[in-house]
């Protein structure tokens, strides 16, 4: 089992930078494919990119490739999201979540068996 802590959320500008982090409990981390989904209230978990248990292969949704960047650090047991050129639609819930689904890339929520509590990003236009 694996707990989840995000941070890094906040109010940012359009077209600024933030940086997520998602620190995991316990000393499998390396054995988890971690993910980042997003959430607007009245609105259904939106995939936004995964990252392999080696950190070697990354998958991101449309919506946020070429701006957003997931990396992870197995022996902080952390994985950050790194989200540039941020735009008003970007506003919502971020969460992240382990999966030890062995398939790729993995951006099915479902596929996901443990997630954090969400940290708010809002970006003002």
């Known amino acids: 089992q694996v707990q989840l802590v995000e941070s890094g959320g906040g109010l940012v500008q359009a077209g600024g930078s933030l940086r997520l982090s998602c620190a995991a409990s316990g000393r499998t981390f390396s054995s988890y494919a971690m993910g980042w989904f997003r959430q607007v209230p009245g609105k259904e978990r939106e995939f936004v990119a995964s990252i392999r248990r080696s950190g070697i292969n990354t998958y991101y949704s449309d919506s946020v490739k070429g701006r957003f960047t997931v990396s992870r650090d197995n022996a902080k047991n952390t994985v950050y999201l790194q989200m540039n050129s941020l735009k008003s639609e970007d506003t919502a819930v971020y969460y992240c979540?382990?999966?030890?689904?062995?398939?790729?890339?993995?951006?099915?929520?479902?596929?996901?068996?443990?997630w954090g509590q969400g940290t708010q990003v809002t970006v003002s236009s």
């Open positions: 979540a382990a999966s030890q689904s062995t398939a790729w890339p993995t951006y099915r929520s479902s596929l996901y068996a443990y």
